[in-house]
């Protein structure tokens, strides 16, 4: 009997994940830049964005890695240190702690993008999210010009 359940659970499972629709959540700005600490070449801090959930349902999206570029030197893996939720058609502030691990050399590039006007920030990879306790890997490959005075370094 307990089979039968497991079995009509996933198969529910499966038939409505494929009923919702998803768009893309909207990377809307960054607000806020919080340096952590830095060791062996690994750099923990938080950055505060605004991001827009078109979604008629919360997302969570849970610790996952993704290349970094700024311009187009590759800086290192980032990886997201805890889970944030999303809330539902709504646009909010989140905390997003990270930690980037650098290539090697890279601390020399990002120090030649800090005096200019805005950078071009691209992150590849794939992210681990969750919607009503579904889990699926969505690959990106997102590119976005951010002003460095936006960050306040």
Partial sequence: ?????????????????????????????????????LKERKVTFDIDATLFNPNVYAITVKPSEVDVFVGDDYIGIAKLLRKVKM????????????????????MFKLMGYITKKEIT???????????????????????????TKDLKL
Avoid: H, W
């Fill in 1 to 37: 009997m307990k089979n039968i359940q497991l079995l009509l659970f996933l198969f529910l499972a499966f038939t409505l994940s494929g009923c919702f629709e998803y768009q893309d959540v909207e990377f809307k700005e960054v607000n806020n830049f919080k340096m952590g600490s």
């Fill in 121 to 147: 920030l691209r992150v590849k990879g794939k992210v681990k999210g969750s919607v009503l306790g579904l889990s699926k890997k969505i690959e990106i490959n997102e590119k976005k010009s951010i002003r």
């Fill in 87 to 106: 809330k539902k058609k709504e646009t909010a502030l989140y905390s997003i702690p990270l930690e980037l691990t650098l290539e090697k050399g890279a």
